[in-house]
T-cell receptor
Framework: DTEVTQTPKHLVMGMTNKKSLKCEQH?????MYWYKQKAKKPPELMFV???????INESVPSRFSPECPNSSLLNLHLHALQPEDSALYLC??????????????FGPGTRLTVT | KNQVEQSPQSLIILEGKNCTLQ??????????LRWYKQDTGRGPVSLTI?????NTKSNGRYTATLDADTKQSSLHITASQLSDSASYIC??????????????FGAGTQVVVTP
């Protein structure tokens, strides 16, 4: 099974709401990633977790708060977002970070709209 | 400046025809190069991954080539099908950031296959 699942598929939230995006994989991967993708643009890396510890934070605003409760789950908590945060949020996983042979498997994404 | 440049930005081809997409990169030192296919609103799906020593790799009707000396790659689609309509993204890793799982994404080539 090479599947990464994400919920919800679509999310509409107001600027004062608090919501969470969820990502799950059962491939035994120890590295998990959050990306943000605007229309017609490539994905932008936000966070990387390695062995459930935050490894990279690409200077993401604090209104985005990642959490990795265990090796299979990755959450992204959202609070006080802005309309410009509307985008497709992609989760990915790989066996580990580093080494050329480790493929990143992407989930289908959550389409987020901030009103 | 983006270290991964793709061309053309978009193209339209007739079903059954072949096409070739180009990727030029300046990423150094080079680790590996990947081609992903991304359907609209979905996560990217890996087509091929090549390291420095590989100069061609196939996945069904998709064939990728790599010239590490000129820092160029191409993706050739043979006998195109309607389902090939998607964005094709070239992704390059370098030997330094690869250890942190950070990939350099091209902007993608949008391919539309028409009946």
């Amino acid at each position: 099974d090479t599947e990464v699942t994400q919920t919800p598929k679509h999310l509409v939230m107001g600027m004062t709401n608090k919501k969470s995006l969820k990502c799950e994989q059962h491939m035994g991967h120890r590295a998990m990633y959050w990306y943000k993708q605007k229309a017609k643009k490539p994905p932008e890396l936000m966070f990387v977790y390695s062995y459930e510890k935050l490894s990279i934070n690409e200077s993401v605003p604090s209104r985005f708060s990642p959490e990795c409760p265990n090796s299979s789950l990755l959450n992204l908590h959202l609070h006080a977002l802005q309309p410009e945060d509307s985008a497709l949020y992609l989760c990915a996983s790989s066996q580990e970070i580093g080494l050329a042979s480790y493929e990143q498997y992407f989930g289908p994404g959550t389409r987020l709209t901030v009103t | 400046k983006n270290q991964v440049e793709q061309s053309p930005q978009s193209l339209i081809i007739l079903e059954g025809k072949n096409c070739t997409l180009q990727c030029n990169y300046t990423v150094s030192p080079f680790s590996n190069l990947r081609w992903y296919k991304q359907d609209t609103g979905r996560g990217p799906v890996s087509l091929t991954i090549m390291t420095f020593s590989e100069n061609t790799k196939s996945n069904g009707r998709y064939t990728a080539t790599l010239d590490a000396d000129t820092k160029q790659s191409s993706l050739h689609i043979t006998a195109s099908q309607l389902s090939d309509s998607a964005s094709y993204i070239c992704v390059v890793s370098d030997m330094t950031t690869d250890s942190w799982g950070k990939l350099q994404f091209g902007a993608g080539t949008q391919v539309v296959v028409t009946p």
